[in-house]
């Protein structure tokens, strides 16, 4: 038997959206995955040629562009953040919607921004480069999660992180102020396992096809 693909998915809220996607894709792992207690990272699937790892959202991607996984599904937000000429994003899923945006404290939205501001992000590169085109050089605080804190403990100016809802911000006193990027779910794939796999190309044209059904439904 050749070896299994390897199909990256992430942990968190994007699974469940994508979950029935998924199986309609022929996508579909062993009843452990399922099984919260369990602390396997790499999951048998219902096809033998098969396998799932469950990994962080921006780790999906660096699997996928080095080739150790050759297909997966993360946010448009993790793929232009990284922009790694090795990963090629076919097919938007049309899943996992949100935006990613500036935020200030209330109070402070208004005026003309300085030529240099301390953003708080876990996004550098989309935070650089939006405001670059701005003519404002951004130096960024790298954190990981709970950005809306940054503002009122002097840690940053201003905030760069995903809005869905809005509630994170109102409750934190803070105010979207730019949109950067409109994102959605995405099909990833490594660019040589898609030359030389055909099982890449035939995953593609499912999720492909999936996704054409439902926006004809
Ligand atoms: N309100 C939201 N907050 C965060 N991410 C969202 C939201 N709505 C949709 N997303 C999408 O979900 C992705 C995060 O996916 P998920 O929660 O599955 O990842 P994760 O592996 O749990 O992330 P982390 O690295 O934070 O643990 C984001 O990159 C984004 O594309
Ligand atoms: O606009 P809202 O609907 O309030 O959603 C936005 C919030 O959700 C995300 O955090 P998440 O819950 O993923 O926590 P984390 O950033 O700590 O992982 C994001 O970083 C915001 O904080």
Do not use: W
């Amino acid at each position: 038997m050749p070896n299994p693909l390897i199909f990256a998915v992430p942990k968190g809220r994007i699974l469940e959206e994508a979950l029935p996607l998924m199986a309609r894709a022929g996508v579909v792992p062993e009843a452990e995955f399922h099984d919260k207690k369990s602390r396997a990272l790499s999951f048998a699937c219902e096809n033998p040629e098969m396998r799932l790892i469950r990994v962080r959202a921006f780790d999906v991607a660096t699997f996928v562009a080095h080739g150790a996984a050759q297909a997966g599904i993360v946010g448009s937000d993790v793929v232009e953040e990284f922009g790694y000429p090795d990963l090629y994003a076919p097919v938007d899923l049309a899943i996992g919607h949100c935006r990613l945006s500036v935020a200030a404290p209330e109070g402070e939205v208004s005026g003309a921004l300085p030529s240099h501001l301390r953003i708080a992000s876990k996004y550098p590169n989309l935070t650089r480069r939006h405001f670059e085109g701005m003519g404002i050089q951004a130096e960024v605080v790298k954190l990981n999660g709970a950005m809306e804190l940054a503002p009122s403990l002097g840690l940053a100016s201003r905030i760069v992180d995903l809005v869905s809802t809005g509630r994170t911000l109102l409750e934190n006193g803070l105010v979207e102020t730019n949109t950067i990027l409109d994102i959605s779910a995405r099909l990833i794939v490594n660019r040589a396992a898609l030359k030389t796999d055909e099982r890449v190309g035939a995953l593609v044209e499912r999720f492909r096809a999936l996704v054409n059904e439902r926006e004809a439904a």
